[in-house]
Structures are given as C-alpha cells and as structure tokens.
C-alpha cells in the first residue's frame, strides 16, 4: 500500500534554532501535501497545503515565514521551522493524497515530535 | 466550509461490550468521509472510508461506519472491542480531489477490563 515515510520522529532543539522535517511518499507520486499540527490531546490542526512545484497555500494564522514548506518533487516535501520557540513544540504530520482507478485516500505519516528547549 | 463533530471526547467500555462512537459533519456539497485512529505519539492509521455506493462501510479490526446522510452522521461501531482498542479516534470529512480532510476534535476510546 500507499506508504508516507516522516523524519526525524521526534527531535529536540534549542530556541532559536532551525527544524527541517521531511516527508517522502515512497511508492507513489504526491502531487499534493498536507502538514498538521497537532497539540496534546487535541485534533489535527490543518497548517498548509504543499502543491508540487508551486508556493504552499498556509491556513489562516499560520506564519508562512515561520513554517517554510518546500514541495521540490512529486515525491518530497519538507516543513522547516525557523527560529524555533518553546510555543512551536508540538506534534506535526503530514499526509499526502492519493487517487489511483476510482480509489482515493490520504496517507499519513508518523509524525514528528518536536520539542524546543 | 466543512466541519466536523465528535460529541464524546471520552468513552469508557468494558471488555468485549459493544461501541459506537459519534460523528456529524456539515458540508455544502457531497463529501468523503473517513474514520482513523491514533495510538499514542504516532501517526494515523486508516480504519474504513466512505467514498460513495453502500452506506454501510466495513474496515479492519472489526469496525464499520455507516453513512446517513439525511442525519449527515457517520458513527463508528464495533460489536466487541479489546483492550487494543484503547486509541484517539478522528472523524474527517474531506470535499475530494486534492481537498484538505477536516477533523473532529476526537473521541478517546477507553477500554475497561
């Protein structure tokens, strides 16, 4: 099946600091990316949709310079958080779509824990 | 624009007692709707989708939906459920294609021995 891998799954970095999280879909081609950002014991919070190829489309009230997403590749997407805060730990996941002869889904990854000290 | 909700944050059930978890959801226009569940620190995992055809949906552990759109719920249930059914639980509706999937704020399942 439909296989999203997400690195690193957790990380720790000073404040201050810069995060690359990446998310490959490995046995399909994701033309589109979604990256959540999830609090303890609360839902996902939907934070951008990553097109490939084109600028990611941010949800109102998430910082497009704060969270950098890159979508170089059908296959590639990456979520950097710059200038990390204390405030910004938290879990984040990303999913891709897919839609292959007639069936379609969003596949998950599993996610990446980030804490900033 | 689309939303979702999940009543019950919390559900307490004994060994081998049957479940249903709650979801509504409004939309304007025809939806996809998914269930998914969430074991601590780690991603998602599909349990069963609504795409169109039979309302009534079957996914894995032994889980099924059905779909009503007149009441535009989606509840999850399960005849029996075991202590490794204790996870989150995330009703989302998506309005397909490329669309982003919304989510309910989840429905902890505890399961009582």
């Known amino acids: 099946g439909a296989v999203v891998s997400q690195h690193p799954s957790w990380v720790i970095c000073k404040s201050g600091t810069s995060v690359k999280i990446e998310c490959r879909s490995l046995?399909?081609?994701?033309?589109?990316m979604f990256w959540y950002r999830q609090f303890p014991k609360q839902s996902l919070m939907l934070m951008a949709t990553?097109?490939?190829?084109?600028?990611?489309?941010?949800e109102q009230g998430v910082e497009k310079d704060k969270f950098l997403i890159n979508h170089a590749s059908l296959t590639l997407s990456t979520l950097t958080v710059t200038s990390a805060h204390p405030e910004d730990s938290s879990f984040y996941i990303c999913?891709?779509?897919?839609?292959?002869?007639?069936?379609?889904?969003?596949?998950f990854g599993s996610g990446t824990r980030l804490t900033v000290v | 624009a689309q939303s979702v909700t999940q009543l019950d944050s919390q559900v307490p059930v004994f060994e081998e007692a049957p479940v249903e978890l709650r979801c509504n959801y409004s939309s304007s226009v025809s939806v996809y709707l998914f269930w998914y569940v969430q074991y601590p620190n780690q991603g998602l995992q599909l349990l069963l989708k609504?795409?169109?055809?039979?309302?009534l949906v079957k996914g894995i552990n032994g889980f099924e939906a059905e779909f009503n759109k007149s009441q535009t719920s989606f509840h999850l249930r399960k005849p029996s459920v075991h202590i490794s059914d204790t996870a989150e639980y995330f009703c989302?509706?998506?309005?397909?294609?490329?669309?982003?999937?919304?989510f309910g704020t989840g429905t902890r399942l505890t399961i009582i021995p």
């Open positions: 609504y795409l169109s055809g039979s309302t």
């Open positions: 999913s891709a779509t897919l839609a292959v002869a007639g069936n379609y889904g969003y596949t």
């Open positions: 046995d399909f081609q994701a033309t589109t």
């Open positions: 989302a509706v998506s309005e397909g294609g490329n669309e982003k999937l919304t």
């Open positions: 990553s097109n490939e190829g084109s600028k990611a489309t941010y």
